[in-house]
């Protein structure tokens, strides 16, 4: 089979390509809106956002909110190059921008971040904004470990 070229638009309930033929081949479509609005849907939309593949990963958690001078401390259950997971019985709110510093035995990684996602009395998903250069080696180094599976 190959690619026509022909680039399809669908709005919900329609099937029609641009070249103003119609097209029966996708039928199952979901509009945003409808993936959107789900119920229970709030974890789903964390996960569909990730775009790196986190690994099960224990290592300290601190962090402190920039705005506010709250700190909450906890350890990571899972990291990626893109986030982590902190377990915290008192997580900060979604919003809050943090300084994170991640540290496994003499190794430490420090991130400014923002909390994505509050689970209360579990924790809270933390995306990473920007790392410091100096500590992005050791964070590609823990990741390709865990790859490795070490």
Known sequence: MRFSGTLELRAK?????????????????????????????????????????????????????????????????????????VCTSKPLTVGSRVRLTLTRKDQSVEALAIVRIVKPRI??????????????GVLERWLEQLRRGR
């Open 13 to 85: 309930g329609e099937n029609r390509r641009t070249d103003g033929r119609n097209s029966a081949a996708v039928k199952n479509v979901i509009s945003m809106n409808e993936h959107l609005n789900k119920e229970g849907s709030r974890s789903l939309l964390v996960r569909d956002r990730r775009y790196a593949i986190r690994h099960p990963f224990a290592a300290d958690a601190d962090c402190l909110d920039l705005e506010i001078g709250t700190a909450a401390n906890g350890v990571t259950s899972d990291l990626s190059m893109g986030g982590c997971f």
């Open 123 to 136: 924790g809270m998903g933390i995306e990473f904004l920007d790392i410091e250069a100096r500590h992005h």
